[in-house]
């Protein structure tokens, strides 16, 4: 054994990686917290765009009445306009042959400026009783009907029935929707209608303290004398007929310009106008109404006031005067400015989820496709490389070196040589200790010489990374194949062995083995384990069969000595040293294949933060690697073959799909809210479904123990959304220029010998 050591004596400084590190932690955190916040802003616009889309229409009363004695008895008798003057509740009658026409669920893009069409070539005023969310949806069909002369009422945010909601629930609603007028039309508003409500005997002791409280505030609530019931598509001449009053008397129409279809509604309402008229009547607005009154009392007229409010209404309609718009008030100040925030809001909002809806169909069309491929590629990989017949060539016997790359492994160094003594192919073992302070190079020694191994040496560097550690190895090696494993990695005894076969191939230039989680009886090592199965040999299988590996992993991994001298050695322009070096093999011709027999246990992170530094680093060193070989995709002949055909399934398998796989959990919380439970719940244990079909073909060809697979739904509603947020987190640092160096994880020493891992 041979020692390199360090100059000693004087207190130690920070190493380089201790000190890129700190620099890293530093510069990450905002990262972390702009990652966060654009899930939060996601997240934000699908909730705001799912509340919007609550249901509107339904026009059928969602619960029975419960009685009404407590209810005023001239409320209950008296007329469809309910106000409050000094805590007194009234009510106001539509004057005889007068029409307040009003219209609930609105406005719908469709229906509504088809009816304002008509009332326009009539010159008819009209009441719309508005759903705040749709005001926020349509802004621009608000401010038409406010310009063109008609008048607006509230009929809630979200078009539910307010008399068991709490009185934060019903200040919400009035409130938002007041916001959505100021934002659309600049105005506010003191006219209510309630959902399902409908003639003043129908209010009972539920609905009544919501009916006085509002009324309280300033709001003037409004019922029908008569309803179209045009929301069951009986036929244009029901609903004319439905809404026509009987003799000469006054009426508060309804009719309905949203909420479902209103084809029958648009094509009823001129036949019910030119009906109107041709019987002497005249059309006016809820505010018309009530100001008429008003003028009859205080001229002591009231006989006259069905002819005045007619003829004040409609010559006045087209004027736009205050008279036709008295509910109105002009939205200013903070009302104005959160109003028109709330249109942007929306208008975003309706502009995302679309797109998203778009991503989620390519997203899950990708999902889907690369679960198919693996299914079908690596049945075809299995079936090839175990033929009888299927071999690399001449078996491999010559000795191998082992390179060990170490960075203060005191708790796993010893275990990695134990496993390495008990190697089936003749090794020498070369560790390379990284600057290391917790005395690895001295554990290193004393290991071998406890297990009498004579073919380790132990070379020492001043601390420069993975990478330069490794090239020392590298060019410390007796032999013209090099093994790569971690410090924390132990091998079986046939791994070195079947690791080296391939190379009897003179294409071979690099062969990647089979990593597996040897901690793996946590929650969080169980998860890694399905993933590493699943994620990486299964995938390994199709790349390689491909002949397009994109990754030699770390922990295990075989190479030619002059195909790595021949590509430069390893490199530290990434962090994932890996990959790099297995995209430039490929572009210096050499084949690179994947050995499913030569299996490594490693030792997996066993706590989340350093389960996501890990994975930060592999993220982002993959997509560095990438741009690094970006010019692989103009490369000629058979070195083109990653840049033609593995550099775009890595950016559309590893990097595209995952950033975008969170669509699927978010669209699937969005329509269990929202649209259909049960619906979304089986379509969401539909895919589940598919990944554990998935996930057991790939145990069954590692022959893994299946009870494992019993952690992946939590894995799925847990672990998988964490690296989610990694690759969002990695995604972010490439765009605003960051720059990691490689983190040594804190190591338990817990994976033995291969003979005790179960």
């Known amino acids: 054994m041979t020692t390199t050591t360090p100059s000693r004596g004087r207190r130690r400084a920070p190493t380089r990686i201790e000190r890129a590190a700190g620099k890293a932690a530093a510069l990450q955190k905002p990262r972390v917290i702009l990652a966060l916040l654009l899930l939060l802003g996601l997240t934000s616009v699908m909730l705001l765009d799912g509340y919007l889309r609550a249901e509107v229409g339904g026009d059928e009363r969602v619960r029975d009445g419960a009685g009404s004695s407590k209810v005023p008895d001239k409320i209950l008798n008296g007329g469809p306009i309910i106000s409050f003057r000094g805590g007194q509740a009234t009510t106001t009658s539509v004057p005889a042959k007068t029409i307040a026409l009003t219209f609930d669920d609105g406005p719908n893009p469709t229906y509504t400026p088809k009816v304002l069409k008509i009332l326009e070539k009539y010159d008819v005023p009209a009441t719309f009783f508005l759903v705040g969310s749709m005001v926020s949806r349509y802004p621009g069909i608000v401010k038409d009907m406010v310009d063109q002369g008609n008048e607006v009422g509230i009929h809630t945010f979200t078009h539910v029935d307010l008399s068991y909601q709490s009185d934060a629930r019903i200040r919400r609603e009035m409130t938002q929707t007041q916001l959505a007028l100021a934002g659309a039309a600049g105005i506010t508003t003191t006219l209510f209608r309630a959902p399902y409500s409908s003639e003043t005997d129908a209010i009972d002791n539920y609905s009544w303290p919501v009916y006085k409280k509002l009324g309280e505030e300033g709001y003037t609530s409004v019922f029908v004398d008569t309803d179209s019931d045009d929301w069951k598509k009986p036929g244009v001449s029901k609903i004319v007929k439905w809404a026509t009053p009987s003799g000469t008397s006054g009426a508060s129409v309804l009719m309905h310009d949203a909420g479902g279809d209103r084809e029958q509604t648009v094509k009823a309402l001129p036949e019910y106008i030119e009906k109107m008229r041709a019987k002497g009547y005249t059309f006016t607005t809820i505010s018309g109404v009530i100001e008429a009154q008003n003028t009859a ?9 069905p002819a005045r409010a007619g003829g004040q209404l409609q010559g006045g309609n087209r004027n736009g005067t205050d008279r036709l718009q008295a509910a109105h008030r002009e939205a200013t100040g903070t009302t104005l400015y959160e109003g028109k925030a709330l249109v942007v809001a929306v208008a975003v909002a309706e502009y995302t989820v679309p797109t998203l809806s778009v991503g989620l169909v390519i997203v899950g069309v990708a999902v889907m496709g690369r679960f198919g491929m693996m299914l079908i590629l690596a049945r075809r990989h299995y079936r090839l490389r175990n033929r009888r017949r299927f071999s690399w060539g001449p078996t491999v016997t010559r000795p191998v070196t082992v390179i060990v790359p170490a ?18 192919h003749p090794i020498e073992v070369v560790v390379v200790d990284d600057g290391s302070t917790d005395g690895t190079s001295e554990i290193a020694r004393e290991a071998a010489r406890s297990l009498g191994m ?31 494993m971690d410090g924390d990695t132990v091998f079986e005894p046939d791994t070195v062995r079947q690791l080296v076969q391939p190379f009897a191939n003179p294409e071979v230039g690099a062969v990647a083995g089979n990593a597996k989680v040897g901690n793996r009886d946590t929650v969080i090592g169980a998860w890694q384990h399905i993933e590493y199965v699943m994620g990486f040999n299964l995938d390994r299988r199709m790349y390689d069969l491909l002949r397009c590996m994109p990754t030699i992993p770390g922990a295990i991994g075989a190479f030619r000595r002059e195909a790595v001298l021949q590509v430069g050695g390893m490199s530290e322009d990434t962090l994932a040293e890996d990959t790099d070096i297995t995209i430039a093999m490929h572009r210096a011709g050499w084949r690179v294949v994947y050995q499913e027999h030569a299996r490594a246990w490693t030792e997996a992170p066993g706590s989340l933060k350093q389960l996501w530094s890990q994975r930060y680093r592999w993220s982002y060193g993959t997509m560095q690697a990438l741009w690094k070989h970006r010019k692989s995709l103009t490369d000629k002949g058979p070195s083109g073959r990653f840049g033609r055909v593995g550099m775009p399934l890595v950016v559309i398998f590893q990097i595209v799909t995952p950033v975008f796989a969170p669509l699927i959990d978010v669209f699937t919380a969005y329509s269990m809210i929202f649209v259909d439970f049960q619906a979304a719940l089986y379509a969401w244990l539909a895919v589940l479904g598919v990944q554990l079909v998935c996930a057991a073909y790939a145990f069954r060809l590692d022959k893994e123990k299946y009870r494992y697979l019993l952690m992946m739904p939590l894995q799925q509603l847990a672990y998988r959304q964490m690296m989610y947020l990694v690759l969002i987190h990695s995604c972010i640092t490439a765009l605003t220029g960051g720059r990691l160096r490689w983190q040594k994880l804190k190591r338990t020493g817990e994976v033995g010998t291969p003979a005790g891992v179960g």
């Open 297 to 305: 009392a205080r001229a002591g007229q009231q006989a006259n006031a």
């Open 454 to 484: 004579t073919n380790v040496r132990v070379i020492r560097q001043e601390n420069a990374g993975k990478p330069a550690a490794l090239n020392n190895g590298v060019r410390s090696a007796s032999h013209d194949i090099v093994v790569m």
């Open 407 to 424: 960075y203060n492994e005191k708790e796993c160094i010893a275990n990695t040589l134990q496993s390495l003594a008990k190697s089936t």
